[in-house]
C-alpha cells in the first residue's frame, strides 16, 4: 500500500517544534467560547422542465419555495505564555440534517512555525484553492445545489465530486485529518493535509476495515500551493495548485482515487476576473465512480455596498462503474449584492440549469434530466 512518508515527516517535524518550545505553556487565561456562524433564508423562483428516462413529462413543481441554510459556530482561542495560541472550532447544523455537527476540529498556531490543524475539516487543496469570483448568489460548490434551488437527476451526485466544484474533496467531506499550513513567506503558502479515511465530517471514525471492495477510502494526502501577489498599480494576482489522493478499497477493477485542481484570480482595482479547474480519477466504494472534470469562469465588479458578478460552470462526473454513462451539470449565475451593514448582505440574481443523467432511468416517476431558469434572492447573515 502507498503511504505518505513525506506529510508525516512534516507533522512530527512541527510536533517536535511545538514540544520545544520554551517558557511556560500554562495558558494566560483560559479557552472562552464564542458564538458565530451565518443564517440564510431564501425565496427561490423556477418551474423547471423535467423529463423521465422515457423523454416524457409526468413532473410537476411548485413554482415558488423557500429555501435556507445556517450553522452556528462555537469557536475560541489562548495565547500561551510561550507564544504559541491553540484553539478550536465547531460547527453546528442550525437545520435538523443527518450529518448535525459539520466540522469539529483544534488548531495550534505559530507566527514563525505555521498552523497545525487536528479534527475534522476541509483538505487543505480544498481550503487554498482559488475559484471564479461570483456576484452573490454563487454556483462553485454553492448556494444553488446547496439549497436545491432545482431538482438533480435521479442518481445525481451533488456533492463531493466534480460535478458541481473544483475544489477537491472526492468524498473526503470533513474527513478527521491533520493539516499544516505554512507561514506566507513573499507571497506563498504551502498546505498538506494527512487523511486516514475518507468519511462524512463529524463521524466516531470508528472502523477502518475493508473487505474486498467495501469499506472506505484510506490513507489520504492532499497537497496545496496558494500565491498572491501584486503585479501591477491597484493589481493583484492569485494562483492555487492542489492535489488530492486516496487508497480505494482493494477489489478486482477499482483504482485508487486522485485529482488535479488550479484556479486564477486578477484583482484590478474594483474588478475581478477568475477561472478554476478541476480533474479526478479513480473508484468509491459502493461501486461509484469519482472520475469527471469541472471548470468555472466568471467576472465581479464592486462599488461601495453593492456587488454584481457573472458566474459559469460545468461539471461531470461518471457516478457509477457498472457503465459509461455520465452525469453533467451546467449551471449559471447573474447576481448581485448589495450590503445592508457588517454582516448582513441581500443577494438576488437570475440562473439557468441544464442536468443531464445520460442514463435511461427506470420507470415514469423518475427524473432523468432537469433544465431550466429561476430566480433567487435571500438575506445572507454572518455573525
Known sequence: MRRSHGTAATLATLAATLAALPGDTRAAEPIQLHIEGGHQQWLVATQPELKNGQGQHPFDTAVVDQKHNSEVWFTGETLLTSG???????????????????????????????????????????????????????????????????????????????????????????SGKFSFYS??????????????????????????????????????????????????????????????????????????????SAGVLLTWGALEIGTSVAYANGDAPAGRSLD????????AYTTGPYRV????????????????????????SLSGTYRLGPGVDLVAGLFAFDADGEKEVAGAGEVASSSGIGFASGLKIRF
Open 84 to 174: 504559541l495560541t491553540v484553539g478550536l472550532t465547531v460547527q453546528l447544523e442550525a437545520n435538523t440534517v443527518a450529518d448535525q455537527i459539520d466540522e469539529s476540529f483544534l488548531f495550534l498556531k505559530s507566527g514563525p512555525s505555521g498552523m497545525l490543524q487536528l479534527g475534522d475539516t476541509d483538505n487543505a487543496a480544498y481550503k487554498m484553492a482559488v475559484t471564479a469570483p461570483t456576484g452573490g448568489v454563487t454556483i462553485n460548490d454553492g448556494d444553488l445545489v446547496g439549497i436545491e434551488a432545482f431538482p438533480l437527476p435521479a442518481g445525481f451526485d451533488g456533492t463531493n465530486t466534480t460535478i458541481d466544484s473544483t475544489p477537491l474533496t472526492l468524498t473526503d467531506d470533513d
Open 183 to 260: 507561514p506566507r513567506y513573499a507571497g506563498l503558502q504551502i498546505g498538506l493535509s494527512y487523511i486516514p479515511q475518507f468519511e462524512a465530517g463529524g463521524d466516531n471514525n470508528n472502523s477502518i476495515a475493508r473487505v474486498n471492495g467495501s469499506g472506505r477510502i484510506t490513507n489520504g494526502v492532499a497537497a496545496a500551493v496558494n500565491y498572491t501577489s501584486p503585479v501591477a498599480e491597484e493589481a493583484t494576482l492569485d494562483v492555487s495548485f492542489g492535489w488530492l489522493r486516496g487508497e480505494t478499497p482493494p477489489a478486482e477493477g477499482t483504482s485508487d482515487v486522485w485529482g488535479l
Open 292 to 299: 469527471g472534470y469541472a471548470y468555472d469562469v466568471g467576472i
Open 309 to 332: 458578478g457573472l458566474t459559469y460552470i460545468k461539471g461531470v462526473s461518471a457516478g457509477s462503474r457498472a457503465d459509461s454513462a455520465r452525469q453533467y451539470l451546467d449551471q449559471v
